[in-house]
Nanobody, 124 residues
Framework: QVQLVESGGGLVQPGGSLRLSCAAS????????MGWYRQAPGEQRELVAI???????RYADSAKGRFTISRDNAKNTVYLQMNSLKPEDTAVYYC??????????????????WGQGTQVTVSS
């Protein structure tokens, strides 16, 4: 069973920076697209940024120029560097990944698990 574990959230002042990390673990064969999403209170979950195994990236307009997504394929880990944070960036940030894993009987399983979420609060 594959798990995603996020870390790095917290409270930061406007204009500050945070770096989120998300590590995938389990009987992983390969990881394709990895991404970050966020959900503010009363809002739907929205895409922040995604990166493919070939390192191409896509950002939400709200993240362009301020956030950078990167990954370490050897560690099955994705990062989100967030700079120039604004109060409207306040949300729970979730990691998601497309994973191929090996089952106990030796078959392959494709899944898209979510992490548990990490709170990011931007406030003075």
């Amino acid at each position: 069973q594959v798990q995603l574990v996020e870390s790095g959230g917290g409270l930061v002042q406007p204009g500050g920076s945070l770096r989120l990390s998300c590590a995938a673990s389990g009987s992983i064969v390969s990881v394709n697209t990895m991404g970050w999403y966020r959900q503010a209170p009363g809002e739907q979950r929205e895409l922040v940024a995604i990166t493919t195994s070939g390192a191409s990236t896509r950002y939400a307009d709200s993240a362009k120029g301020r956030f950078t997504i990167s990954r370490d394929n050897a560690k099955n880990t994705v990062y989100l560097q967030m700079n120039s944070l604004k109060p409207e960036d306040t949300a729970v940030y979730y990691c998601n990944a497309e994973v191929k894993s090996k089952t106990p009987d030796g078959n392959h399983l494709f899944s898209k698990p979510w992490g548990q979420g990490t709170q990011v609060t931007v406030s003075s």
